[in-house]
């Protein structure tokens, strides 16, 4: 038994130290580099819990050297801390000839009291395909996302909606290089109109949150940035003389710092139920106590495409990453995506490039195993130790057998013409090899026949054996030799347990990490084979190892039972030859004796 534990243990411990080992989330990735979210006070600072967020991730010659890596950036995954969980991503440009990329990531928890999380960008795959989860790298609450990156190459093009809801402008808009994030769009007097869709409509009393990044030309007095007028309902999101202003159905936050002409600031408002607030640079600049009104109409940007408003006047200037919500987006939410998407982002900083050492397939996969998957891997490694310890002692005690029924069966026939007992003879003048004495389950069978004959002769005083008599020491080596088969089945059921149970064990453990990865996958949003493959990858290697452990004890089970079939064979086979010898014996002797018996008799009678 304690070689037994010792033997689990050590394949336990074989099993973890692979697990420690496999730190890389898949083979045909050769490298990766850490990626870390601070939004604590040394980093973003964004002061509160965000929640689920696109970061974005700023890549230039100075972070990233674009070597190893596909020309359209097709095989950059994101990965986080665990090495396991796919994070969605979406790439704005990616042009690793100017050395720049921007790419937008799906980060599910960010808080400013947290401490710091790592991720990883993996790349340096020539056969990856291209990532289909870009839409859903913002979440379902986004209703519009501009990035008017999508002017390259044209003169002009109308701003396309990426998030899933496809709430793409109609209108061209004039393309602008070297805005915050990468491309913008330049507004010289004309509104550009969004769509009016169910998905951007506004209820009475509802929540929204618009945001984008502005650089005024020239500063002048009612410049409208957002715009939408439904009824008597309106909204307007604006500058006046440079001060931010937020207006609904005509009551307006007080006024701000002011913003200056040729610089970049953020501007937002996030309405919920009683009150709308204004963001500037991510910190609250205003709020009043007012709800919005219902809006059904398209909205304008860049002017109020009212003309009959009066008071209001175009804005003139540069406007990039246009974002509405359908919800009222918290404070340290907007004050992250201000610190993420500002030219120097404090939120993220990079670590050195990792070149993969090389990992095998089953290395990637014990890598992805959750705890449910390793409690069924450990049981079922604990069966492959007790079936191999069973099969191999087993096999062993079997061979000792056979060799000793061998040689007492060579020792046996030697002496035959002689009295049965002559092998006992020999055995008080030590001649008999220790091994047969042993392990010879004939010799045990043999033993018991002769202390039966010993005892009887003790007892009748005579030599002779009668046929009742002979079948009473038959049936004392039946009887010896049903405890022999016995001893040799002893543990047999283990293997056929574990031949019959470990395939459900592990088909349980199949099943178990099945559900789980499929409601990971349901709850993260991600249906993507990236995020799939691996742990479903895990959940069939547990069926595996339930049929790495029975096969080889279904083998190990028809040998060990065909051994002991043999060696069982071997003892019926002499406990007939025995008998048969015994009668022979005692049948010699009966002749003799009766005649003496007779002639003692008459003798008495004369």
């Given amino acids: 038994m304690q070689r037994f534990l010792l033997l689990a243990l050590v394949v336990l411990s074989a099993f973890a130290g692979t697990a420690q080992a496999a730190s890389w989330w898949q083979p045909e990735w050769a490298y990766r580099k850490p990626i870390t979210i601070d939004a604590g006070p ?8 965000v929640g689920r967020t696109p970061v974005l991730v700023r890549l230039h010659t100075g972070t990233f050297s674009f070597d190893g890596v596909k020309e359209d950036g097709a095989d950059i995954r994101f990965v986080a801390a665990d090495d396991k ?6 790439i704005e440009r990616f042009d690793p000839l100017l050395g720049m990329a921007l790419i937008w990531v799906d980060v599910p928890a960010l808080s400013g009291k947290s401490p710091q999380t790592t991720m990883w960008m993996y790349y340096g795959n020539p056969k990856a395909p291209a990532s289909g989860n870009g839409q859903l790298t913002f979440d ?11 002017v390259a190459g044209q003169a002009a093009s109308p701003p396309r909606d990426t998030t899933a809801y496809g709430n793409h402008a109609q209108a061209t808009v004039t393309p602008l290089d070297g805005t915050v994030i990468g491309k913008g769009a330049q507004f010289n007097g004309t509104a550009l109109t969004l769509p009016a869709t169910p998905s951007l409509a506004v209820q009475a009393g509802g929540a929204q949150t618009v945001s984008l990044w502005v650089r005024p030309d020239r500063l002048a007095p009612q410049q409208v940035v957002y715009a939408r007028r439904d009824g008597a309902g309106e909204v307007l999101l604006g500058l006046d003389q ?19 002409a040729g610089q ?5 408002f996030s309405a919920d139920a009683q009150n709308v607030t204004l963001f500037v640079n991510g910190r609250a600049a205003g709020t009043i106590a007012a709800s919005m009104p219902a809006l059904n109409t398209p909205a304008s940007v860049g002017a109020d495409a009212d003309g009959s408003a009066a008071g209001t006047t ?6 990039d990453e246009l974002r509405i919500s359908r919800l009222a987006r918290p404070a340290p939410a907007l004050l992250a995506d201000t610190v993420s998407q500002g030219a120097e982002s404090r939120l993220t900083a990079f670590g050195p490039d990792e070149q993969q050492a090389g990992k095998s397939h089953f290395a990637f996969i014990l890598e992805a195993m959750p705890v449910d998957a390793w409690v069924v891997v450990s049981v079922l490694g604990l069966m492959f130790v007790g079936s191999w310890l069973i099969m191999i002692g087993k096999g062993r005690y079997f ?13 046996f026939h030697k002496v035959s013409g002689q009295p049965l ?11 008999i090899p220790t091994d047969i004495k042993e392990s010879s389950t004939l010799w045990r069978l043999y033993q018991v026949a002769v202390d039966e004959m010993r005892q009887r002769h003790t007892r009748d005083g005579h030599g002779y054996l009668s046929a009742a008599t002979i079948g009473a020491i038959r049936a004392s080596m039946d009887g010896a030799a049903v405890r022999e088969n016995e001893r040799m089945s002893s543990r047999m059921n283990w293997l056929s347990t574990t031949i019959e149970g470990a395939p459900y064990v592990g088909l349980f453990g199949t099943v178990i990490g099945i559900m789980l990865v499929f409601a990971v996958a349901a709850m993260a949003g991600a249906v993507d084979i990236n995020s799939v493959a691996p742990g479903m990858a895990a959940a069939l290697l547990c069926t595996a190892a339930g049929l790495g452990v029975a096969i080889p004890a279904l083998f190990g089970y028809n040998w060990l039972a065909a051994r002991s079939e043999a060696i069982s064979a071997d003892m019926t086979v002499f406990v007939d030859e025995f008998s048969a010898r015994l009668a022979e014996e005692h049948d010699n002797v009966a002749e003799p004796l009766l005649a003496s018996v007779a002639a003692n008799a008459s003798a008495q009678h004369a």
């Fill in 42 to 49: 040394q980093g973003g600072n964004v002061g509160g819990e």
């Fill in 85 to 90: 969980t796919v994070l969605n991503h979406q």
């Fill in 140 to 150: 379902p609450d986004y209703t519009l996302v501009y990035h008017f990156g999508e």
């Fill in 242 to 260: 440079g001060v931010p202003f937020v207006q609904i159905n005509g009551q307006r936050t007080a006024p701000a710092q002011p913003v200056q």
């Fill in 264 to 268: 970049w600031s953020h501007l937002a």
């Fill in 314 to 319: 175009a804005f003139i200037g540069a406007i």
């Fill in 399 to 411: 061979g000792r057998v056979a060799r000793a029924n061998a040689a007492f069966t060579e020792q």
């Fill in 421 to 431: 007992s002559t092998l006992a003879d020999l055995d008080q003048q030590r001649l």
